[in-house]
Each structure stands twice: as structure tokens, then as C-alpha cells.
């Protein structure tokens, strides 16, 4: 997309439950929030709180993206487990789209850090790393705005999505 007056924000957990399912954006955007209750969910926060206490500071931008601390030019996300480590990637890299693309903020790179598997892995936002966030954010519009939920076939990770029962009965 060229005019970025036309491109929809999100929030970086609406990027994120895209990537993972987009099934889980349409439930998510139409007001059924469920993983407050989800023991992972619980789980990854503690995670967050426990392992970074120190030098965590997040940062919260427009409501939209919360960086959770950021060090010479590199922002960071920390994640419980690699499972879906696709999808922590995409919401890493629209961190730094968003923060290029509507903050003015340049030459950052991004690192997703697991602290229980003591591993990172760096993200780089390349022309075409924008390029597919510009086309998932097109994408994430027309999937919100549709009164009915994308039909998606069952996948491993909705034995343990907290919208299981409303998908799966
Ligand atoms: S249960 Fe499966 S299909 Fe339904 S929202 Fe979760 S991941 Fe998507």
C-alpha cells in the first residue's frame, strides 16, 4: 500500500492472534476476549514479570504496541515459549513498521527474547518484511470488518486456544 494514511492500525495482540489464527483476530475484534482465564496466558505473564524484573520497562505507544524494554537500538518481546515463534516475529516486526511507519523512528532492530529456553532470535525489517506487514494489515481489515468468523480448518494449537469451545464446540 503507498498511502499510509489509508493503512489500519492494530494493536500488536491483534497482529499477533492474525499470525496464529485469523479465526482468533475475528472473535478477539468482535468483543470475546477470553485468555485473561488461560493458564499459558497466566503463565507467560509471570514469565515476563519474573525473568526481565530488573531491567524491564515497557513502553506503551498509542495503546497500540507495548515494547516490553528496549536497549541500544534494539526493542525487545518476550515470549514464554518458540511454539509460535512465526507469529511473535510478524508482531515484533510491526513494532518496528509501526514505529517507522508512524513515529518517524528508523534503524531499530528487534530481538524476541525466551527466557525459559535461555535463547533469542534477532528481527530485521527488510522492504519486503514491510511489505507483508502493509498486506497483513489490509488483510486484518477486511477479516474485522466481515460480520462471519473466517472458516479455518482445525489446527494443533486449538486443542489449547482458549476459544476452542466456541469454535470447536
Ligand atoms: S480454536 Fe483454533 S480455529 Fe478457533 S480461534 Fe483458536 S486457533 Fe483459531
Redesign the pocket.
Known amino acids: 500500500m503507498s498511502n499510509e494514511t489509508e493503512l489500519p492500525t492494530f494493536t500488536g495482540t491483534e497482529v499477533g492472534y492474525y499470525f496464529?489464527?485469523p479465526?482468533?483476530l475475528w472473535?478477539f475484534a468482535h468483543g470475546v476476549q477470553m485468555e485473561q482465564g488461560n493458564d499459558r496466558v497466566k503463565m507467560g505473564k509471570l514469565v515476563h514479570e519474573e525473568s526481565y524484573q530488573r531491567r524491564k520497562k515497557e513502553l506503551n505507544i498509542d495503546d497500540r504496541i507495548v515494547i516490553d524494554w528496549r536497549e541500544d537500538g534494539v526493542i525487545h518481546e518476550v515470549k514464554l515459549t518458540d511454539k509460535m515463534e512465526a507469529a511473535h516475529e510478524m508482531q515484533l516486526l510491526y513494532y518496528l513498521y509501526y514505529l517507522k511507519r508512524w513515529k518517524g523512528v528508523e534503524d531499530l532492530r528487534g530481538q524476541i527474547d525466551y527466557p525459559k529456553l535461555r535463547e533469542t532470535k534477532s528481527v530485521e525489517l527488510t522492504p519486503e518484511r514491510e511489505r507483508e506487514i502493509e498486506q497483513a494489515l489490509g488483510e486484518m481489515q477486511r477479516i474485522v470488518d466481515s460480520r462471519t468468523a473466517p472458516v479455518?480448518e482445525?489446527?494443533r494449537?486449538?486443542a489449547s486456544?482458549s476459544?476452542?469451545e466456541?469454535?470447536?464446540g
Open positions: 496464529i489464527c479465526k482468533k472473535w479455518v482445525w489446527m494449537i486449538c486456544c476459544y476452542a466456541l469454535c470447536w
